[in-house]
């Protein structure tokens, strides 16, 4: 099958940038599926970050420090951007008025206000398709787990728990990095760089919450600053957020927890949801199993654990009893979103696609709440004017 390319140029070749540029090198690993990314332009302001690119990217063409110089390349079609969310409002919305695709690192926006300038210029470029990274609902539990919200299958629900944990900030000897700096990273600390991941799904559901009650709290207050010397940490290292989700038809509490101290944990992303008629619980700490629990009145309560077929949104060349794993559901997010590229929404070859703007800007909402509840003590309604 001829495959469609969609040209790419990657803004930020960090960490996440290096995901991509693997996960498009192995799109083969995909069966059935008549499109491709193409890494051709890369930008980062550090020039020693594009090395690992001209060394493992051969497709690579241009190297720029200025990413103004990337958007004016007519060759790029879509824009892969993951810098620090200070970033983000310029960048994202820069990339959005040049007329490319975007898929953008969360939080979408230091804060709600870069977030909706965001969105102002997405209401301008109605033909853009932006979307925002999230990759975990795409693991196969998860899938599973959205196919049985969608089927009506949990009855009444009685609470919903959904969260991401990791412990990579429990040495106090790592050293301080911009994730640590409300410069960099926001007021929102923990919040903005792992919540889209807990809220992704939620939002999807649609179970906006209509107030929260937040506990934040710094846990180490100071790192090494590379220099010999300390650095204050500025942002919060932990938050649970207790909220309450009303709607027509039901009302239920939802606790969303993102923990960058989670002793433990390394890379802890789980959901579950209790119902009337049916619980289920993935979490990626045992991602081959899905627990769930059917119940009729009178029934037996017993919990079924079943190993999860390799089986995600797309289709692959990997066999069924093989396990999947972090990398995998970047790959799968990467299939979304070029499918939304080339064939659009309504003709994606399967129907779970990438977080919307619209998503991340209820994270956004539901953050902003969330410092205020901090801040006063105090369960606060989550303001959901102007939002669909
Ligand atoms: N989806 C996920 O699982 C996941 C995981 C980690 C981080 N992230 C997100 O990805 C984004 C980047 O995080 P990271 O961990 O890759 O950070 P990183 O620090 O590893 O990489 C960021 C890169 O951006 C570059 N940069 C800084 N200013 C720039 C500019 N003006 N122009 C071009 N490049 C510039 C830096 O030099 C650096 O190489 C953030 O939004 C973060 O929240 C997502």
């Known amino acids: 099958m001829g495959k469609r390319v969609v040209p790419f140029g990657v803004i930020g070749c960090g960490l996440m940038g290096k995901e991509f540029a693997s996960a498009a090198a192995r799109f083969c690993h995909l069966a059935n599926v008549d499109f491709e990314p193409r890494i051709v332009v890369v930008c980062d302001a550090n020039e020693s970050a594009m090395q690992w690119f001209k060394d493992n990217v051969p497709s690579v063409t241009h190297a720029y420090t200025d990413y103004r110089d990337l958007l004016a390349d007519p060759t790029v079609e879509a824009v892969y951007c993951a810098v620090p969310h200070n970033l983000h409002e310029q960048i994202y919305t820069d990339i959005i008025q040049a007329g490319k695709h975007l898929l953008g690192e969360k939080p979408f926006g230091i804060d709600r206000k870069a977030n909706e300038a965001i969105a102002a210029a997405i209401r301008e470029n109605p033909q853009v398709i932006v979307r925002s990274s999230s990759e975990f609902p795409f693991f196969p539990g998860a899938q599973q787990i959205a196919k049985w919200v969608n ?8 609470e919903v728990e959904a969260g991401f944990w990791h412990s990579s900030d429990l040495d106090p000897t790592k050293p301080i990095n911009w994730k640590r700096r409300r410069a ?28 929260v009650r937040a506990l934040l709290s710094k846990v180490v207050e100071e ?12 942002t919060w290292d932990n938050a649970i957020l207790a909220c309450e989700v009303k709607r027509a038809d039901q009302q239920f509490p939802m606790v969303l927890s993102t923990k960058r101290i989670a002793p433990g944990h390394a890379n802890t992303w789980f959901i579950r949801i209790q119902g009337t008629e049916f619980s289920a619980e993935f979490t990626t700490k045992n991602p081959k199993q899905l627990a769930s629990l059917p119940y009729v009145p009178g029934g037996q309560q017993a919990w079924h654990i079943v190993d999860v077929p390799y089986k995600s949104a797309y289709g692959t060349i990997t066999g069924a009893i093989f396990e999947f794993g972090f990398s995998d559901s970047i790959l799968q997010m990467w299939a979304a979103f070029c499918d939304e590229v080339v064939h659009g929404r309504d003709r994606m070859t399967q129907p779970f696609y990438c977080a919307l703007p619209e998503e991340t800007a209820g994270s956004h909402r539901i953050f902003t709440a969330a410092l205020d509840s901090h801040r006063t003590g105090s369960t606060v309604t989550v303001d959901w004017e102007g939002l669909k």
């Open 151 to 158: 089927e009506g299958r949990f009855g009444r629900i009685i």
């Open 184 to 211: 960099t990273n926001g007021e929102y600390g923990c919040m903005g760089d792992l919540g889209l991941h807990v809220l992704h799904l939620p939002m999807r559901f649609g179970w906006k919450p209509t107030n």
């Open 223 to 234: 790192r090494p600053d590379g220099r010999g010397g300390a650095a204050p940490c500025e």
